[in-house]
């Protein structure tokens, strides 16, 4: 076969735009995701040139978010969680609560109906892992107080999420069907709550049997491979893993494969080969993601920048201004310093991989229109971009007051 297929293009074509815009970004000290996205839109349907296969890069972007979820499951601590539950989980939700709620506020003036104004305000709620972990990284505050905060807070909005992702496509009937924009009545109640109970019901047997069995078969399983000495093998192991576990979850109990990878992940992470386990998978998990965020961008319309200024304008509002004022109020109500509330603040200040899978799901469910997605995406783009400013800023301002007056404690 010496004729390019629509596959290989479309992979081939994806990861060396990622990697060279990538490249640009980081040069240009912005998050590599910013090239990833920028890559989307270059070889997507809204820009002149080469155009990816539409039909593939969804496919492929399936792979992205169940590698995604993997990761995250793998890196998901509950002694993390626990050891600052008392602002993190109060913090967060209420967090979500604020910025869903000025999401659905922004979205009436749309003329939208409630249910889309909800997706719409949860997509701008919860911000990205990527971004968020590489910033503390870079300052090396992700042992500081404020980080492990900040960490916490993300390990609740993610699950948030997790639970939103199950819930979502069991009330798409309601959430379609709210308001006068629809024109449509829409389910029941009755047939709403069977279905969300129907959801939860097989949820909670896919954890069970995760609890039950793959928490012991997994863990037995990659000891055995250990025991070989073939690192090629373990690795196929963790990919196996995380792959079957999601298919298994939506072909036997009709859950997404999202939610199956993310326990998938979860399920490892207990066992004492998680390290290795995320080492191993890493190339692989980065290689996909890659493509999962080229598969955004090529969603996104760079004319959305100009058709619709005023909604680009609010959804960054919310999210760089609203999102952080809510929460450097919470942190200040919880009794900490202003510096530890202005480090979680501007650590949540963007948003990234939950909000692209949300929004597409709220698109491919009829809930969410194209526009909200465009805005969505146009959001993210501008508030990654946003970030390291704010950052910057927040640095500037730390020196010059320990410069000032005696520093005092986070």
Known sequence: MHHATPLISTIVGGIVLAFILGAV??????????????????????????????????????????????????????????????IAIPGAVVQIGIATLMG???????GWSWGQGLVYGLALSVASTVVLLKALQERELVESPQGRIAVGWLIVEDLAMVLALVLLPAMAGLLAGAGPASGDAGPGTGEVVLAIFATLGKVAAFV???????????????????????????????????????????????VSFALGAFFAGMVLAESEFSHRAAEESLPLRDAFAVLFFVSVGMLFDPMVLVNDPWGVLATVFIIVVGKSLAALGIVRAF???????MTIAVSLAQIGEFS??????????????E?????????????????????HMLDLYTARRSRGADPQPA
């Open 25 to 86: 970004a980081s040069r240009l000290r912005l998050p590599p995701l910013i090239g990833y996205l920028c890559a989307g839109i270059v070889v997507g349907p809204h820009t002149p040139g080469y155009t990816a296969d539409q039909a593939l890069a969804p496919e492929l972007a399936e792979l992205g978010v169940i590698l995604l979820m993997f990761g995250v499951g793998l890196h998901f601590s509950i002694k993390d969680l626990m050891a600052v539950k008392r």
């Open 104 to 110: 659905m506020l922004v979205s009436w003036g749309f």
């Open 208 to 254: 069970a049997v995760m609890l039950v069995i793959g928490r012991r078969f997994i863990p037995w399983m990659l000891e055995r491979i250990v025991w070989t000495g073939n690192r090629e093998m373990f690795r196929l192991g963790v990919l196996a893993t995380a792959l079957g576990v999601a298919y298994g979850a939506y072909a036997l109990f009709g």
């Open 335 to 341: 009794g900490h310093s202003g510096q530890t509330g």
């Open 356 to 369: 692209f899978i949300l929004a597409s799901l709220g698109v491919y469910l009829k809930i969410l229109p």
């Open 371 to 391: 526009r909200g997605q465009a805005l969505i995406l146009a959001g993210a783009l501008l508030s990654i971009m946003l970030n390291p400013v704010l950052f």
